[in-house]
């Protein structure tokens, strides 16, 4: 569910609070569409006895409390850094997409666990009524557009908590389809396929939710980005006037924004000061061309080939191709 930014200069959703305001404004409008449909879905489930649609209206309540997970984490993520939290508050995302992950494995489970009650005793599941049916198609208009509306608004702002959110609405969607086909075995003759419609999306939001909880772990523990992105970050380091070579590249998330490490390479000859002033440019480049919060650089003294080193002085004469560090 994650998506690859690519280097994008100077990109205004990438200020702080375009991000924040976007990622509120989308969350409460999945809070009003949830809302309505979880009612909808678990009163009409429960007159029309449509097991699958009551765990449907269930997810979609589920919804709810993701919503304003993600709402508490865009409060907290857009403080800015303190004393407790120099690199700023961006992992709270990550910790809300872990949340989100978690809560769909065990609503999923929940679900799973009473579609098994049901088709323990398959002579007892009852005929929904023909209601259930129209509430599941409505639901399932409402919850694709919902997700593409949401996963708009996650693109713009590059937030993969906001994606993650998205997905979420597009697992409910998936969801309201297998209820619906459910619903439309059982009014055929069929009774079994409303309590195995509930079966599938159990596991369907389990599996949602492992790939969530499993992505956000890693982000917490300080996984690298995608190798396409840190070629990225070396190329713009490289290419910085003054730099003769990049080495030793490491990255780690900080909630949707990167940390890196790297090792500039700069002529031997030069300054103290030149080298910083190097360094200084090339971290300047990289923080407006990429997705980076904060860029940690360590100069390197590089041996220029064209040079006689064994006629320099001293200090100036490193032995093998670079300096000791």
């Given at each position: ?73 865009n409060h907290h993520s857009k403080k800015a ?245």
């Amino acid at each position: 569910m994650k998506f690859i930014e690519h280097d994008d200069p100077e990109d205004p959703a990438r200020s702080p609070e375009l991000r924040a305001a976007a990622a509120s404004r989308s969350t409460w409008v999945s809070v009003a569409v949830n809302l309505c449909l979880s009612t909808t879905q678990i009163v009409v489930g429960v007159l029309a006895k449509s097991q699958g649609l009551v765990a449907d209206g269930i997810h979609s309540l589920s919804d709810l409390v993701a919503d304003f997970v993600v709402l508490f984490a865009n409060h907290h993520s857009k403080k800015a850094a303190d004393r407790e939290h120099p690199y700023g508050h961006q992992r709270f995302e990550n910790a809300a997409s872990l949340v989100l992950g978690l809560l769909l494995l065990t609503v999923g489970l929940g679900l799973l666990w009473s579609a098994f009650l049901k088709l323990e005793e398959p002579d007892k599941v009852p005929q929904v009524h023909v209601a259930a049916l129209w509430v599941a198609v409505a639901a399932l208009v409402a919850k694709e557009l919902l997700f593409r509306y949401m996963l708009r608004v996650a693109k713009q702002v590059k937030s993969s908590m906001l994606v993650a959110n998205a997905w979420h609405a597009r697992s409910d969607a998936a969801s309201s389809l297998v209820v619906a086909a459910g619903i439309v075995g059982n009014l055929a003759g069929y009774p079994i396929f409303d309590p195995i419609s509930a079966l599938i999306v159990g596991f369907l939001i389990m599996r949602m939710g492992w790939g969530f909880a499993w992505s956000s772990l890693s982000d917490l523990v300080d996984s690298a980005v995608d190798e396409q992105e840190v070629e990225a970050i070396r190329r713009t380091l490289a290419e910085t006037p003054g730099v003769s070579g990049v080495h030793d590249v490491r990255t780690r998330k900080m909630g949707d924004m990167v940390i890196v490490d790297a090792h500039i390479e700069v002529d031997a000859s030069l300054t103290v000061e030149a080298g910083h002033d190097i360094a200084v440019a090339a971290r300047q480049r990289v923080l407006q061309h990429h997705r980076v919060l904060n860029l940690m650089t360590h100069v390197d003294p590089w041996r220029r080939p064209d040079l006689d080193h064994a006629a320099l002085p001293a200090p100036h004469r490193p032995p093998g191709d670079r300096l000791p560090r």
